[in-house]
């Protein structure tokens, strides 16, 4: 059985500013597999918020709908349906709004898992993605992708989407559970020692229950929102 599991905090710079969480997560889930998108809004971009949820909605569908297909299909293909949706989406809103269609920045980290451990996963920015290959031992799947020395992340309309946007599809994997990070979950990996992402980590427990754990253990110290959301078996 698939089962699904999220936290979304505000982080205290929003809550000072009187601002909702630009953080957005969405789950669709059936009996044979789950779909979950993150989407984290830039908060440097007048419309950061609206971009992620609009673009979390997006993904949701296509993702879910088209599992199957995004699975087996050629990667550029791919890329290519996703991301015309969201820029014609993202377009239109810009144009009505009056404002730079630059302003509607936000990072995506996304994956559908089926009930043999199939999965499809999608990237754009920061935040992190995690799977667990067997019982208590996890690894990377993708990892922030910065620029400008690490300084700024890669958003939607600002940047060449088609590169930056990163697709993973696993056919062959028998994967038990795949997590999605926002970056504001990123001090949490330093407090809990995974300073070395590029490496497996051997765990007792479910390593999304002890990020949850923690982070609600530390919501008073959250300058970013933080979210954490994932599918598992």
Not at 72 to 95: G, N, S, W
Not at 133 to 141: K, L
Request: hydrophobic residues 40%; contains cysteine.
């Amino acid at each position: 059985m698939i089962t699904t599991r999220q936290i979304v905090l505000t982080g205290i710079w929003h809550k000072r500013q009187g601002m909702k969480c630009q953080d957005i997560v969405r789950i669709k889930q059936d009996q044979d597999h789950a779909t979950l998108v993150l989407c984290d809004g830039a908060g440097g971009c007048k419309k950061g918020g609206e971009a992620a949820e609009i673009v979390s909605s997006i993904i949701l569908d296509m993702l879910h709908i088209n599992f199957e297909r995004y699975l087996y299909f050629p990667y550029d293909i791919v890329k290519r349906e996703i991301l015309l949706v969201i820029r014609e989406h993202l377009q239109k809103k810009a144009i009505i709004s009056g404002i730079n269609e630059q302003e509607y920045g936000t990072t995506i980290v996304a994956a559908s898992l089926d009930k043999y451990g199939h999965f499809v996963a999608l990237h754009m920015g920061d935040g992190r993605i995690i799977m667990e290959i067997d019982t208590g031992i996890y690894t990377p799947v993708s990892s922030p992708q910065g620029r400008n020395n690490g300084k700024a992340t890669y958003l939607t309309m600002s940047c060449n989407m088609m590169k930056h946007f990163r697709l993973y599809q696993a056919r062959k994997t028998t994967t038990r559970r795949i997590i999605l990070l926002s970056d504001g979950v990123e001090t949490l990996l330093n407090e809990l020692s995974f300073d070395d992402i590029s490496k497996e980590w051997k765990l007792n427990d479910n390593m999304d229950e002890l990020l949850i754990q923690k982070l609600q253990q530390n919501e008073e110290k959250l300058f970013d929102d933080a979210s954490i959301g994932a599918i598992g078996m």
